[in-house]
Every structure is written in C-alpha cells, then in structure tokens.
C-alpha cells in the first residue's frame, strides 16, 4: 500500500484564516493544535504565478507559492511537506518558513545525530513547531499524519 502527500501544514487558526484567500482549500485539523491543506490541483491552480515552482526542488509545489508562504508565516511557522512511499520505499521534501522567510530547507534526506534514530524531513519541519512526540514514535505520527494515505483521502474528511 502507498502513502502520498503533498500539504502545507500550520497552527490550525493560522492555516483556516490564511486558507480563506485561496478558492477551494480543504483544511484537516490534524493533533497538537495543527491543521493540513493539501495540495489539490483547484489550489495549485489558483495560487501559481506561472513560473517554474521547481527552485526548491517539490513535484508539486506551485510556482509563486513560496511568496505567500513566506508572508503567512509571519503569523507563525509554516511548513510545505510532500512524500510519497510504496512498499516501504520514497521519499519526503519539507520546508518551513518562519518571520517572513525560509527558516528550514528544502530538505530531502533524513539528519542522523550520532547515537539516534534518523529524523526524516517532514519530522524535521514539524520540529519547528515544537511538537511533541512519545517514546517510540516520531513527530510524524505524533500530530496523525498517518491517519491517512493520499490527498483524496485527507480532502473527504476535511471542512470547507
């Protein structure tokens, strides 16, 4: 079975109130205070500028839409994720903007400390936003990123 994402994550009031100048967002309240909006086709279309969004090296990440990242997190941290697995194997991207700029990334490789476990990306991002994990398990499935697997799924359990 595959995992696929491609989201910006934030503190759930940040992400609601900036959300509402996109038409089309979803927003999912995930745990620990965070919300995702995942990256549909509808939002990728009204946020890009047109450019190539490939400068920091996501497949979906729209071009422009660093810009308005980058002015949301003044309100508070911000992060743009993006991995896909299947059977055990893929990759994660994350990035996390903090004060009006990029503050983290882009990261595509997990960081190994000497004598830890390795820490991937978008646990890395999230890190940012000072979540809490338990003995065993990683920021990831901290905040209920598992909870689903694609972006279809996260859009149907999602308000408007």
Known sequence: MGYELQAVIAADELLRVAS?????TR?????????LMPMTDEV??????GSDGGDLGFWKLPGGFETLLAKWSSAGPIAYVEAEYFGG????????WAGGSLALGPLDKPEKKRFSRAV????????RFGERKSL???EFDAVGLDRH?????WISSSTA
């Open 120 to 127: 991937s990306p978008i646990s890395q991002a999230l890190r």
């Open 44 to 49: 990728f279309d009204a946020v890009t500028d």
């Open 27 to 35: 927003v999912v309240s995930l745990q620990q205070g965070l919300s």
């Open 20 to 24: 509402r100048e996109i038409p089309g």
């Open 149 to 153: 697997r694609n972006n279809e799924d």
């Open 136 to 138: 065993g398990e990683d």
């Open 89 to 96: 194997v893929g990759e994660q991207r994350a990035a996390a």
